[in-house]
Every structure is written in structure tokens, then in C-alpha cells.
């Protein structure tokens, strides 16, 4: 199926994501600082867990340069679940649709059996936004093994934030 993505430099799509706690996370809307968005599979991902825990471990220092919002396609149920077993601390929204996966570009899977989970779901993603709803750096993949590396995605944010750098690899 053929579908959009969003392009480094642009605006990304305004989108709203519902918060665990009440209330809305957005991203493609100006803000006063950069943010970066983090895509998980959902409860059923083992893989998930080790990475978002050690985001999780990191909090302090990528909260002190940007926002972090992390999300799925899990009910809320699920995603509560999982904040209350890890002590999750990051903004944790849920209930990310088929539509909004292919918006941002994403892989979408089905689950193998029931016992995996019972909707599509969003393959791991990142998006860090500048201030102005802007991507400055995306990274998709289709499958939980393949992700960026956390101390080197903070190193080189913090780089690109405090040197204002231009965004890359737009051609």
C-alpha cells in the first residue's frame, strides 16, 4: 500500500495522541522547545521494553533539551499497565491508528495470534521535531531489533540542538 511519509524539514502532519493520563500529546504544531516522538510496538514486545526502560533510565538528560513523548497502538488499559510494571516516567500516549502509522511512515504488522495482540500495530519508529513542528531527524524501522542507539541519539540531538544544525539528507 502506497502512503505518504513525513519529509525532514517540512512541517509534520499536526496529529493528536491521547496521554494515560487524560488530556492530549501533539506533535506538528509549534512548541517552545524540540521534541522527539518514539513509536513502540506495543505490550506484547519484549524488545520494546528493554529500550523504552533505558529511555526511561535517561529521562533527566533528554527532558532537560526536548520533550519526549512515547507511543502506541495499545488500548489505554495496556499502556497503564505497562507504565505502572516499569515505572515508566515519559509522556505515554496510546492508541495510535492505522491511519496515523501510515501517515508517519511507519511499518505496520499483524499480530501472528492472539497471543502477540489482537489489532495492527506500528513498527519501532523515532521522530525529533524542531520548535516550529519541523522533522529534523526520523528513523523507521520494520522490525523490534533495529533501532537507534540511545546515548548516541541523545549525543547527537543535543549536538544538533545547541549548534542549531541544518537538517540533512533531504535528497
Not at 2 to 7: D, G, I, Q, V, Y
Not at 29 to 36: A, I, Y
Amino acid at each position: 500500500m502506497k502512503h505518504s511519509k513525513p519529509n525532514v524539514g517540512e512541517r509534520v502532519e499536526p496529529t493528536r495522541f491521547l496521554h494515560v493520563d487524560g488530556g492530549i500529546c501533539e506533535i506538528g504544531q509549534p512548541k517552545q522547545r524540540w521534541s522527539v516522538l518514539f513509536v513502540y510496538r506495543g505490550r506484547h514486545c519484549p524488545r520494546c521494553k528493554r529500550y523504552l526502560n533505558k529511555l526511561n533510565d535517561q529521562l533527566s538528560d533528554w527532558t532537560a533539551k526536548m520533550d519526549v513523548i512515547v507511543l502506541s497502538a495499545d488500548t489505554k488499559d495496556k499502556a497503564v499497565a505497562d507504565r505502572e510494571e516499569f515505572e515508566w516516567r515519559f509522556d505515554l500516549c496510546y492508541g495510535l491508528t492505522v491511519p496515523q502509522m501510515r501517515d508517519l511512515g511507519l511499518y505496520v504488522s499483524d499480530p501472528l495470534s492472539k497471543a502477540e495482540t489482537d489489532q495492527p500495530f506500528a513498527e519501532p519508529g523515532m521522530f525529533a521535531m524542531r520548535p516550529d513542528g519541523s522533522l529534523m531527524l526520523a528513523d523507521i524501522s520494520n522490525g523490534p531489533a533495529a533501532r537507534p542507539d540511545l546515548d548516541e541519539l541523545l549525543d547527537g540531538m543535543i549536538f544538533n540542538i545547541d549548534n542549531d544544525r541544518p537538517v540533512r539528507g533531504t535528497t
